[in-house]
């Protein structure tokens, strides 16, 4: 047991060697150059002299091996150095804007809940119907929208043309809504669908169909019978979601100028701030691991024989 | 006590029971017979209101006196899994596969009665018990964790549990080794003489008519075409479909070829069979 | 949906492929022609969909933005089944030691979503329509590898895969002859699935300054130049987006129709 956990623990730090020194290469060796941005940000008229001086105090003159060995030491101090454009230490800076993207996501994922859920069910429930054939129809149009799209016609509506909602900014709930509402309702284009699927599909198995010959409640057969056994599929689709969500925010954040860490980063892109590119990449990483870990946990949990199986097998 | 009278199931266009007329007594086993597709299936599922949504059904099947066909939900439910109740034939999927059978059952009992949960647990025990089975052990068990035959006599706990007037058993040993299902009917028997309760037994398979039903009753394609006391249908079929249906009885035991009987054996043992 | 419906759906966007594709220009505005006396005009008579902040034709820009959008995005497609399905089915016929290779690199990419890492890759590569082209492809190959080492891994064990190879006949041309168009089938749903969501994940990499860059007539970037002028000109913004929404959609339905015809049930196959 101890054993296995070790042996994950050292190929999570090899994968993540790999992956932030393969993302190191990539930044160094692709034309483009920060200081110049630097340079641009304090407005001085760039001499071949200052711009030396600059690289050397970031240490970019140094062969790249020798650069990757420095920020790797600073991270082991939990140090992931500091912004080219701000000069904030990127921790800072990450731990500040962390929550507001972290808002967004869960905002987003209780749209997409609360636009699915019911959503799939009642299609399931009347499968073929006007309802079913509607919200597939819509499903498939949102889905097939980009989804700064969708919510430039979200702002549209209702912050310029009904005035009911900030259309930027981070100002309390209330900014929070349209932002959530666009990224909830592009993702719940998809679950609509695999709801509706689940639910039919567990509504056509035979442990259904024994428990209402047992005369249990409707009610109760489908909450604790048929909802729990779409479960794992949910769960995974969730997880999955939960993962991209990440890339979701960056568009939407950039949408809506909302102050989280994915604006954070395309901001950092046109600047080729290194360290902040680096920091975003390294957490990136660790929450799409955190995130599969615990979806795969979930599912266990909700299915006691899908444990037992992978128990047998491995 | 249960009387279907002009029975039609229809999908569609299409008659998938035409007709039927079936009488039921009281602590009577009554083997409902014919191959697949003939519509037994369907006939039992009518009873208890248990056909899928886009079959409709016409006719009467009066319960004591009650039409269970214009029956609202809630007297439905509240007959169901009490007074009829059903087996399956899919074990593997009589109990819902993630919630432990304990909870199967105490749920069954908290629909209808309402009891201590100290005293549910109880029923079900001495139920699980009276199954033959190692009651303590399977009341906190999943179902994967049971062999078929467990699975089916646990099954039968639970369908019994409430001490029904009826009880629809659909193809409930065609799954089963033949230990298995021998077990499965000696349940079904001791059942019947214990609680004079009335059995359907479907069936496509006669060989254990002669021992355990009553009365006979042959169907093909949506109708009855003979109906009549065991020994009689068996021994003297009047229609040439029913003299087809017993010549097909594979014999037992006497004549069956070592390279069969073998196979047979290996059944019994089926590795998959054993709970783990 | 019914067949009829599906036939007529797959008739008129294989119509609207040919006439995007064949006719120069449709209309007798010029994409690139500017004239500022023109600028911002809402959709009329002279000008159906209006003009944008340049006085360009905006009808004019979408039919010739069909070619770069729909052309990029099918030659990043064939790009990345070009490079992912031989390198899927090498991986799944030898087996041993190369797919030990191959196997933890693809479930390492499968981890992260798309939209992700192409996002990142573009941030690591710089904007740039080059370097969006790099990252898109680079995250798309991989599901045709983990498509084609499937199919590869599943055919392997048939049986007339091993009576080919007992009787001699040499690996490559079993693969060739009888591996190869069996996963062209799943590897042609994925692809019609696929080719609409790389055209949404491109108008969003344009859309953040990542992907190409003005003045190309590209949807994406039109939506990106449009957005400035939003209020006072929604016309830019809802023309460009109605026709991405169009082409995903008839992608989509391409793919519905490809997937029916090779249901794909491969374990560890389509999404």
Request: glycine residues 8%; proline residues 5%; positive net charge.
């Given at each position: 047991?101890?054993?296995?956990?070790?042996?994950?623990?050292?190929?999570?730090?090899?994968?993540?060697?790999?992956?932030?020194?393969?993302?190191?290469?990539?930044?160094?060796?692709?034309?483009?150059?920060?200081?110049?941005?630097?340079?641009?940000?304090?407005?001085?008229?760039?001499?071949?002299?200052?711009?030396?001086?600059?690289?050397?105090?970031?240490?970019?003159?140094?062969?790249?091996?020798?650069?990757?060995?420095?920020?790797?030491?600073?991270?082991?101090?939990?140090?992931?150095?500091?912004?080219?454009?701000?000069?904030?230490?990127?921790?800072?800076?990450?731990?500040?804007?962390?929550?507001?993207?972290?808002?967004?996501?869960?905002?987003?994922?209780?749209?997409?809940?609360?636009?699915?859920?019911?959503?799939?069910?009642?299609?399931?429930?009347?499968?073929?119907?006007?309802?079913?054939?509607m919200s597939r129809y819509m499903s498939a149009a949102v889905s097939s929208m980009p989804s700064f799209w969708l919510g430039l016609l979200l702002i549209d509506l209702f912050a310029v043309r009904l005035q009911l909602l900030p259309p930027m900014g981070s100002e309390g709930i209330a900014s929070l809504i349209l932002p959530?509402?666009?990224?909830?309702?592009?993702?719940?284009?998809?679950?609509?669908?695999?709801?509706?699927?689940?639910?039919?599909?567990?509504?056509?198995?035979?442990?259904?169909?024994?428990?209402?010959?047992?005369?249990?409640?409707?009610?109760?057969?489908?909450?604790?019978?048929?909802?729990?056994?779409?479960?794992?599929?949910?769960?995974?689709?969730?997880?999955?979601?939960?993962?991209?969500?990440?890339?979701?925010?960056?568009?939407?954040?950039?949408?809506?100028?909302?102050?989280?860490?994915?604006?954070?980063?395309?901001?950092?892109?046109?600047?080729?701030?290194?360290?902040?590119?680096?920091?975003?990449?390294?957490?990136?990483?660790?929450?799409?691991?955190?995130?599969?870990?615990?979806?795969?946990?979930?599912?266990?949990?909700?299915?006691?024989?899908?444990?037992?199986?992978?128990?047998?097998?491995? | 006590?249960?009387?279907?009278?002009?029975?039609?199931?229809?999908?569609?266009?299409?008659?998938?029971?035409?007709?039927?007329?079936?009488?039921?007594?009281?602590?009577?086993?009554?083997?409902?017979?014919?191959?697949?597709?003939?519509?037994?299936?369907?006939?039992?599922?009518?009873?208890?209101?248990?056909?899928?949504?886009?079959?409709?059904?016409?006719?009467?099947?009066?319960?004591?006196?009650?039409?269970?066909?214009?029956?609202?939900?809630?007297?439905?439910?509240?007959?169901?899994?009490?007074?009829?109740?059903?087996?399956?034939?899919?074990?593997?999927?009589?109990?819902?596969?993630?919630?432990?059978?304990?909870?199967?059952?105490?749920?069954?009992?908290?629909?209808?009665?309402?009891?201590?949960?100290?005293?549910?647990?109880?029923?079900?025990?001495?139920?699980?018990?009276?199954?033959?089975?190692?009651?303590?052990?399977?009341?906190?068990?999943?179902?994967?964790?049971?062999?078929?035959?467990?699975?089916?006599?646990?099954?039968?706990?639970?369908?019994?549990?409430?001490?029904?007037?009826?009880?629809?058993?659909d193809e409930p040993t065609t799954a089963l080794d033949s230990l298995s299902s021998r077990k499965v009917l000696g349940l079904l028997d001791a059942a019947k003489s214990r609680f004079g309760i009335s059995i359907i037994w479907i069936t496509h398979d006669l060989r254990h008519a002669r021992r355990h039903a009553d009365r006979?009753?042959?169907?093909?394609?949506?109708?009855?075409?003979?109906?009549?006391?065991?020994?009689?249908?068996?021994?003297?079929?009047?229609?040439?479909?029913?003299?087809?249906?017993?010549?097909?009885?594979?014999?037992?035991?006497?004549?069956?070829?070592?390279?069969?009987?073998?196979?047979?054996?290996?059944?019994?043992?089926?590795?998959?069979?054993?709970?783990? | 949906?019914?067949?009829?419906?599906?036939?007529?759906?797959?008739?008129?966007?294989?119509?609207?492929?040919?006439?995007?594709?064949?006719?120069?220009?449709?209309?007798?505005?010029?994409?690139?022609?500017?004239?500022?006396?023109?600028?911002?005009?809402?959709?009329?008579?002279?000008?159906?969909?209006?003009?944008?902040?340049?006085?360009?034709?905006?009808?004019?820009?979408?039919?010739?933005?069909?070619?770069?959008?729909?052309?990029?995005?099918?030659?990043?497609?064939?790009?990345?089944?070009?490079?992912?399905?031989?390198?899927?089915?090498?991986?799944?016929?030898?087996?041993?030691?190369?797919?030990?290779?191959?196997?933890?690199?693809?479930?390492?990419?499968?981890?992260?979503?798309?939209?992700?890492?192409?996002?990142?890759?573009?941030?690591?590569?710089?904007?740039?329509?080059?370097?969006?082209?790099?990252?898109?492809?680079?995250?798309?190959?991989?599901?045709?590898?983990?498509?084609?080492?499937?199919?590869?891994?599943?055919?392997?064990?048939?049986?007339?895969?091993?009576?080919?190879?007992?009787?001699?006949?040499?690996?490559?041309?079993?693969?060739?002859?009888?591996?190869?168009?069996?996963?062209?089938?799943?590897?042609?749903?994925?692809?019609?699935?696929?080719?609409?969501?790389?055209?949404?994940?491109?108008?969003?990499?344009?859309?953040?300054?990542?992907?190409?860059?003005?003045?190309?007539?590209?949807?994406?970037?039109?939506?990106?130049?449009?957005?400035?002028?939003?209020?006072?000109?929604?016309?830019?913004?809802?023309?460009?987006?109605?026709?991405?929404?169009?082409?995903?959609?008839?992608?989509?339905?391409?793919?519905?129709?490809?997937?029916?015809?090779?249901?794909?049930?491969?374990?560890?196959?389509?999404?």
């Amino acid at each position: 047991m101890a054993a296995s956990i070790a042996r994950k623990v050292l190929r999570l730090l090899v994968f993540l060697l790999g992956l932030t020194f393969l993302s190191f290469c990539l930044l160094k060796l692709v034309p483009g150059d920060p200081v110049r941005g630097i340079l641009r940000v304090d407005e001085m008229a760039a001499t071949q002299d200052q711009m030396g001086g600059i690289r050397k105090e970031l240490g970019l003159d140094l062969p790249l091996y020798r650069q990757y060995g420095i920020w790797l030491s600073q991270l082991l101090k939990l140090d992931l150095g500091s912004s080219y454009l701000s000069g904030r230490p990127v921790a800072a800076e990450f731990a500040e804007k962390l929550p507001n993207t972290l808002a967004l996501a869960a905002g987003s994922l209780l749209v997409m809940l609360l636009v699915s859920l019911p959503l799939g069910a009642l299609a399931a429930r009347h499968r073929n119907r006007w309802l079913d054939r509607m919200s597939r129809y819509m499903s498939a149009a949102v889905s097939s929208m980009p989804s700064f799209w969708l919510g430039l016609l979200l702002i549209d509506l209702f912050a310029v043309r009904l005035q009911l909602l900030p259309p930027m900014g981070s100002e309390g709930i209330a900014s929070l809504i349209l932002p959530s509402a666009t990224l909830g309702l592009s993702m719940a284009a998809l679950y609509v669908g695999l709801i509706r699927s689940s639910l039919i599909e567990s509504g056509s198995q035979e442990f259904i169909l024994s428990a209402r010959a047992r005369g249990i409640h409707p009610f109760r057969i489908f909450v604790r019978h048929q909802l729990r056994h779409s479960l794992v599929p949910l769960l995974t689709l969730l997880g999955e979601s939960l993962a991209s969500l990440l890339g979701g925010t960056v568009v939407i954040e950039t949408l809506f100028n909302y102050p989280g860490i994915g604006k954070w980063i395309v901001d950092a892109v046109s600047a080729r701030d290194y360290p902040v590119i680096m920091g975003y990449v390294l957490f990136a990483a660790l929450f799409i691991l955190l995130v599969n870990r615990s979806t795969e946990a979930a599912c266990r949990l909700a299915n006691p024989e899908l444990a037992r199986k992978e128990l047998r097998h491995s | 006590m249960l009387a279907i009278s002009k029975l039609s199931i229809r999908s569609g266009s299409q008659e998938l029971v035409r007709s039927l007329s079936l009488e039921l007594q009281d602590g009577e086993w009554l083997g409902l017979a014919g191959e697949s597709g003939s519509g037994k299936s369907l006939t039992a599922a009518a009873i208890g209101g248990l056909l899928p949504r886009p079959l409709s059904c016409s006719g009467s099947i009066l319960w004591n006196g009650l039409e269970l066909l214009r029956l609202d939900a809630k007297s439905r439910r509240r007959l169901l899994g009490s007074e009829i109740s059903y087996v399956f034939q899919d074990y593997r999927n009589t109990f819902t596969p993630f919630l432990t059978i304990g909870s199967q059952l105490t749920e069954l009992l908290e629909a209808h009665l309402s009891l201590a949960a100290r005293d549910r647990r109880q029923r079900c025990l001495e139920e699980l018990e009276q199954a033959g089975l190692p009651a303590e052990r399977v009341f906190g068990s999943y179902p994967y964790q049971l062999s078929g035959g467990q699975l089916q006599r646990a099954a039968i706990a639970a369908a019994l549990l409430l001490r029904p007037k009826l009880l629809i058993a659909d193809e409930p040993t065609t799954a089963l080794d033949s230990l298995s299902s021998r077990k499965v009917l000696g349940l079904l028997d001791a059942a019947k003489s214990r609680f004079g309760i009335s059995i359907i037994w479907i069936t496509h398979d006669l060989r254990h008519a002669r021992r355990h039903a009553d009365r006979i009753a042959v169907m093909r394609t949506g109708s009855i075409v003979e109906t009549g006391s065991a020994r009689q249908v068996l021994e003297h079929p009047a229609h040439p479909y029913s003299r087809r249906l017993i010549a097909s009885i594979p014999p037992l035991r006497r004549e069956m070829p070592e390279r069969l009987a073998a196979s047979a054996g290996l059944e019994g043992e089926d590795p998959l069979d054993h709970p783990r | 949906m019914n067949t009829t419906m599906r036939n007529a759906g797959m008739l008129i966007a294989a119509a609207a492929a040919v006439a995007l594709f064949s006719i120069p220009s449709p209309t007798p505005w010029n994409p690139y022609e500017i004239s500022m006396g023109e600028r911002l005009l809402p959709p009329g008579t002279e000008h159906w969909l209006g003009t944008d902040h340049l006085g360009r034709d905006l009808l004019a820009r979408i039919i010739a933005g069909a070619r770069p959008t729909i052309g990029i995005g099918l030659a990043v497609l064939l790009v990345s089944i070009a490079i992912g399905v031989p390198l899927g089915l090498l991986s799944g016929m030898k087996g041993g030691r190369t797919d030990s290779i191959f196997k933890p690199i693809i479930d390492g990419f499968m981890t992260f979503p798309d939209y992700l890492s192409a996002i990142i890759l573009s941030a690591l590569l710089g904007p740039g329509l080059m370097s969006m082209l790099i990252a898109v492809i680079a995250v798309k190959w991989v599901r045709y590898a983990r498509l084609a080492r499937s199919v590869a891994l599943a055919e392997k064990e048939k049986d007339y895969a091993a009576m080919a190879l007992l009787s001699g006949l040499s690996p490559v041309r079993l693969v060739l002859k009888h591996i190869l168009p069996h996963a062209m089938g799943h590897v042609a749903a994925l692809a019609a699935a696929d080719l609409g969501k790389i055209i949404l994940l491109m108008a969003s990499l344009s859309y953040l300054g990542l992907g190409s860059q003005p003045p190309a007539p590209e949807w994406g970037s039109m939506l990106s130049e449009g957005r400035a002028y939003f209020h006072a000109a929604p016309h830019l913004m809802l023309a460009p987006g109605l026709a991405v929404m169009a082409a995903v959609l008839l992608a989509g339905f391409a793919g519905n129709r490809l997937r029916d015809r090779y249901d794909v049930k491969l374990k560890g196959g389509a999404e």
